[in-house]
T-cell receptor, first 116, second 111 residues
Framework: DAGVIQSPRHEVTEMGQEVTLRCKPI?????LFWYRQTMMRGLELLIY????????DSGMPEDRFSAKMPNASFSTLKIQPSEPRDSAVYFC??????????????FGPGTRLTVL | RKEVEQDPGPFNVPEGATVAFNCTYS??????FFWYRQDCRKEPKLLMS???SGNEDGRFTAQLNRASQYISLLIRDSKLSDSATYLC????????????FGTGTRLLVSP
């Protein structure tokens, strides 16, 4: 079975450029999460969607970050313009969530972003 | 204060040793607790859930102390393959669930 798929796996860009990260969740999962991981701050939740609807974006650092989920099988995280402090590993995760139950979140392999 | 706090380590232990990690959380309303494992340059993966009564999975035992807001993970008979970072994870919400991750405790098991 295919797990969560992320692309690209590595991205090197220059400050000021637009960056788009892509995620395909596991088929049948109804929740999708975007995380950012750095050495200093660990793993931080940026935004999550349930049934393609953004539920909580309080972790999105600022207006330069935006996320969309146009359908159940695709999501994007966009940074425009990018800055060196955005350098991190960005993980996408998906799960099958019930209203009163927790199910395991499955993480993709991550996108390692370097902004020069 | 961080929502989830862990000793970053590293914990250096020989093969066969028993090692324990602790974690504290600040939200007394938290309902669900987990340990995730993350190998170097890989994604986090669920190791085990933590139940109020404590639970065991092979060489791994997890304990929860709600009164002290404290979670532990015990690894017995450590293997070289146990070398990884162990993330303490707490979920404070009902309904649509958010996870709060600790920054992790690094374990190095040597021959």
């Amino acid at each position: 079975d295919a797990g969560v798929i992320q692309s690209p796996r590595h991205e090197v860009t220059e400050m000021g450029q637009e960056v788009t990260l892509r995620c395909k969740p596991i088929s049948g999962h109804n929740s999708l999460f975007w995380y950012r991981q750095t050495m200093m701050r660990g793993l931080e939740l940026l935004i999550y969607f349930n049934n393609n609807v953004p539920i909580d974006d309080s972790g999105m650092p600022e207006d330069r970050f935006s996320a969309k989920m146009p359908n159940a099988s695709f999501s994007t995280l966009k940074i425009q313009p990018s800055e060196p402090r955005d350098s991190a590993v960005y993980f996408c995760a998906s799960s099958l969530q019930g209203q009163f139950s927790y199910n395991e979140q499955f993480f993709g392999p991550g996108t390692r972003l370097t902004v020069l | 204060r961080k929502e989830v706090e862990q000793d970053p380590g590293p914990f250096n232990v020989p093969e066969g040793a028993t090692v324990a990690f602790n974690c504290t959380y600040s939200n007394s309303a938290s309902q669900s607790f987990f340990w995730y494992r993350q190998d170097c340059r890989k994604e986090p993966k669920l190791l085990m859930s933590v139940y109020s009564s404590g639970n065991e999975d092979g060489r791994f035992t997890a304990q929860l102390n709600r009164a002290s807001q404290y979670i532990s993970l015990l690894i017995r008979d450590s293997k070289l393959s146990d070398s990884a970072t162990y993330l303490c994870v707490v979920n404070g919400n009902t309904g649509f669930q958010k996870l709060v991750f600790g920054t992790g405790t690094r374990l190095l098991v040597s021959p």
